[in-house]
């Protein structure tokens, strides 16, 4: 059974899609074969350095796959909550949602001001947060299912 993406029947839980945490985690065990394959042709510390760096990637993709990434949208707040914890906004806080390169990007009220000047760097002036593009759902209707939401909550 497909999941209900309906704001009338709140909470909405939009979850992580894990072909995309497999898809990265098969990329890591690739990467990890050819330093296997290098290694008498590199330098120890490259491949030591590069071995312990896929090798921390590859246990922090595991942890996804077994807690994968999810958003949480209630009329009070949306909140975003993966193996690093949990961040909330209220409604009244956020704008502006839009796609931009597989990732959602908005405006947060709340955000510190460094955050809008690397934002601004990027050419992307008045949004200043951010979420990841790898939920089921798809960039593109989670956008609208957002921009919904707030409209509605705000």
């Known amino acids: 059974m497909a999941p209900s993406y309906d704001l009338d ?26 330093i296997w394959m290098i290694r008498n042709d590199a330098p120890g510390w490259l491949v030591w350095g590069s071995g312990a760096f896929l090798l921390s990637a590859g246990a922090i993709g595991l942890f996804a796959l077994i807690r994968p990434a999810r958003l949480v949208i209630t009329p009070e707040r949306l909140c975003f909550k993966d193996w690093t914890g949990c961040r909330c906004w209220a409604w009244r806080d956020l704008s502006g949602f839009c796609a931009v390169s597989h990732s959602i990007a908005f405006s947060d009220a709340k955000a510190p001001v460094w955050r809008s000047v690397g934002y601004a760097l990027i050419g992307l002036a008045p949004l200043n947060s951010g979420l990841p593009g790898s939920f089921a759902l798809g960039t593109e209707r989670l956008v609208d299912l ?5 409209a509605r909550w705000a």
């Open 146 to 150: 957002l921009k919904t939401a707030r």
């Open 9 to 34: 029947q709140a909470p909405v839980v939009v979850t992580q899609a894990r072909w995309k945490v497999n898809l990265a985690l098969l990329g890591i065990g690739l990467s990890l074969a050819a």
